[in-house]
C-alpha cells in the first residue's frame, strides 16, 4: 500500500522520444527530394532556419536557398545525384532533436564511386521532423 501512495507521488515520466524511423523517413525524403528536386512539397522538409554546410563553408541559409542548392545541382558533377545510402548512427538528443551520421554515396562515369561524410541535425517542431542542419564532408575516413 505505501508503494503505491509513493509512486503516485513520484513525478510522471518524461514523454517518450519519437522512434528513429521517424527520423529515417526524413532522410528518405531528403534522397528523394536530392533525385527529383522540383518535388512540391520540398521546402516543409527544411525548419525556416536551416542551413546547409560542405566542409566549413556555409553555401545557404533557409529553405529556398538550400532548395535552390539542390535544384540546380552545384553540389555535386556527375549526372546522377547522390544518394544518401548507409546511416551510421541515429542519435537521439531529447524528445526533439536528433543528429544522424551517414555516408552519401555517388556513382558515376568519371568517379566510379564517391563517398562523403553527411551529418543531418533534424529537429521536431509542430509534430513534424525537420531538418535543421545538413552537413557534406570531403570523404570517409579509412580505418575504424
Request: hydrophobic share 45%; net charge neutral; glycine share 6%.
Amino acid at each position: 500500500m505505501v508503494f503505491f501512495a509513493v509512486a503516485a507521488a513520484l513525478p510522471a515520466q518524461p514523454r517518450r522520444v519519437s522512434e528513429p524511423s521517424e527520423v529515417t523517413a526524413v532522410i528518405r525524403s531528403l534522397n528523394a527530394l536530392i533525385a527529383d528536386p522540383n518535388l512540391q512539397a520540398s521546402a516543409e522538409l527544411f525548419g525556416s532556419e536551416a542551413d546547409i554546410w560542405v566542409n566549413e563553408c556555409r553555401l545557404g541559409v533557409g529553405p529556398a536557398e538550400i532548395l535552390e542548392l539542390l535544384k540546380t545541382r552545384k553540389l555535386w558533377t556527375e549526372g546522377t545525384p547522390p544518394k544518401i545510402q548507409q546511416t551510421q548512427r541515429t542519435r537521439l538528443l531529447g524528445a526533439e532533436v536528433a543528429i544522424v551520421d551517414a555516408i552519401q554515396v555517388q556513382y558515376g562515369s568519371i568517379v566510379v564511386k564517391s563517398e562523403t561524410v553527411v551529418t543531418v541535425i533534424v529537429r521536431k517542431l509542430n509534430g513534424n521532423w525537420r531538418i535543421e542542419s545538413l552537413r557534406f564532408g570531403m570523404s570517409t575516413c579509412s580505418g575504424g
